[in-house]
């Protein structure tokens, strides 16, 4: 069925490298697509969006790279801090849909 | 204030109880919304409230659950006769016209259904 799912469940790295994320979705009607950070105990929080008539959009240390050729979306983080652990949620909205579709979401360990 | 608010924050009951859970969106947000997460899990639509327009409430698990938004500001999420099954961190969000743009959330009301 559609779904947006997630390729790593869990990511961990040292502190300073370059993280990547990724997010694979199925319904070629999306076009709005949203990371999101949730540390534990706390709501998800909006990092970066993006929508289908772009394939790059960046943010403060964040990038989210969008493929709609192979419907597939990344998040890359530069110079990782151990205050980035959380997990990492991609989501789609789907034209007139408000509804925000939400994968399992990626653990990112951050070790200093 | 200045994000979403939700109350209480953990809520412990027993089964066959009803819950009532409350969302403060953002002033000014037209657009509210709850999610559902299960632990481990990624977040689970319930309904969508938009002005004073019907509300979608296509997600909705059952018809134990409800929910209402009184004067287009508060709304609260109504859980009857509850189950272990329903279980989980309820989360809500507003946005700012309902479109495509982002969601704020709250940090959630966490039940546990003994």
């Known amino acids: 069925g559609e779904s947006v799912g997630l390729h790593l469940p869990t990511l961990s790295v040292q502190e300073g490298d370059n993280s990547i994320i990724n997010c694979a979705y199925s319904?070629?009607?999306?076009?709005?697509f949203i990371w999101y950070k949730q540390e534990s105990g706390k709501g998800p929080q909006f990092i970066i969006d993006?929508?289908?008539?772009?394939d790059k959009r960046q943010g403060q240390r964040v990038t989210v790279l969008l493929n709609k050729t192979v419907k597939h979306l990344s998040l890359q983080i530069a110079a990782t801090q151990p205050g980035d652990s959380a997990v990492y949620f991609c989501?789609?909205?789907?034209?007139?849909?408000?509804?925000?579709?939400f994968g399992t979401g990626t653990r990112l360990l951050v070790s200093p | 204030g200045a994000g979403v608010s939700q109350s209480p924050s953990n809520k412990v009951t027993e089964k066959g109880k009803d819950v009532e859970l409350r969302c403060d969106p953002i002033?000014?947000?037209?657009?509210l919304y709850w999610y559902r997460q299960s632990l481990g899990q990624g977040l689970e639509f319930l309904i969508y409230?938009?002005?004073?327009?019907?509300?979608?409430k296509s997600g909705l698990p059952s018809d134990r659950f409800s929910a209402e938004r009184t004067g287009g500001s508060v709304s609260t999420l109504t859980i009857q006769r509850t189950q272990q099954e329903d279980s989980a961190v309820y989360l809500c969000a507003s946005s700012l016209n309902g479109q495509q743009e982002t969601q704020y959330f709250g940090p959630g009301t966490r039940l546990l259904v003994l």
């Open positions: 319904n070629s009607a999306s076009d709005y």
């Open positions: 993006i929508r289908s008539n772009m």
């Open positions: 409230f938009q002005g004073n327009s019907a509300p979608d």
């Open positions: 989501a789609e909205n789907r034209g007139s849909f408000q509804k925000l579709v």
């Open positions: 002033s000014g947000h037209t657009a």
